[in-house]
């Protein structure tokens, strides 16, 4: 049981390039959200989504496309990288409430 | 303004000393509270968590929520060096599953 997990572990784009941050889980949760953690701003959620074919936007979801076609994978796209989104990325997937399973993160910068 | 502040820190405390980490909220129709403990370069993990006011311990660790003054805390009894970390609070209301929100994290640095 692998719990969730992310690759890559580290990222280097540059400005206008694009691409995709994979996140798996296999716990079978229905729950999958993705945020971003920047000093001093937390924990901000991106997209989640509530089942497979079904996401919907959180708090920062300019930039980011999402999809969920199987209930294990929830990759998430950068369109155009920025220097904005230089940031952690995390993936979680949950069951319940109250709890949520986090990878261990990405480490994007785009320069 | 923010739906939950929390005090960065850094917080810094002797081996042994009792540690209290709070956050304060806007929104009152959040029901769950939850307090994640995230170690440098990890992903946070759940440390506790609340549904509705009141307390709750687990071991050296006790969180109170209270709801009145939009105010919840987590104290940390007899504190070690392994409880060096950051400390995020997060809570959600009881409608979206999903969304939950988080504070900033106070960074807690407990010296031997």
């Known amino acids: 049981n692998a719990g969730v997990t992310q690759t890559p572990k580290f990222q280097v784009l540059k400005t206008g390039q694009s691409m995709t941050l994979q996140c798996a889980q296999d716990m079978n949760h229905e729950y999958m959200s993705w945020y971003r953690q920047d000093p001093g701003m937390g924990l901000r959620l991106i997209h989640y989504?509530?089942?497979?074919?079904?996401?919907d936007q959180g708090e920062v979801p300019n930039g980011y496309n999402v999809s969920r076609s199987t209930t294990e994978d929830f990759p998430l796209r950068l369109l155009s990288a920025a220097p904005s989104q230089t940031s952690v990325y995390f993936c979680a997937s949950s069951s319940t409430p109250y709890e949520q399973y986090f990878g261990p993160g990405t480490r994007l910068t785009v320069t | 303004q923010k739906e939950v502040e929390q005090d960065p820190g850094p917080l810094s405390v002797p081996e042994g000393a009792i540690v209290s980490l709070n956050c304060t909220y806007s929104?009152?129709?959040?029901?769950?509270f939850m307090w994640y403990r995230q170690y440098s370069r990890k992903g946070p993990e759940l440390l506790m968590y609340t549904y509705s006011s009141g307390n709750k311990e687990d071991g050296r660790f006790t969180a109170q929520v209270d709801k009145s003054s939009k105010y919840i805390s987590l104290f940390i009894r007899d504190s070690q060096p392994s409880d060096s970390a950051t400390y995020l609070c997060?809570?959600?209301?009881?409608?979206?599953?999903?969304?939950?929100?988080f504070g900033s994290g106070t960074k807690l640095n407990v010296k031997p």
């Open positions: 929104n009152s129709a959040f029901q769950y």
């Open positions: 989504s509530v089942g497979a074919g079904i996401t």
């Open positions: 997060a809570m959600k209301d009881g409608y979206n599953f999903n969304k939950f929100y």
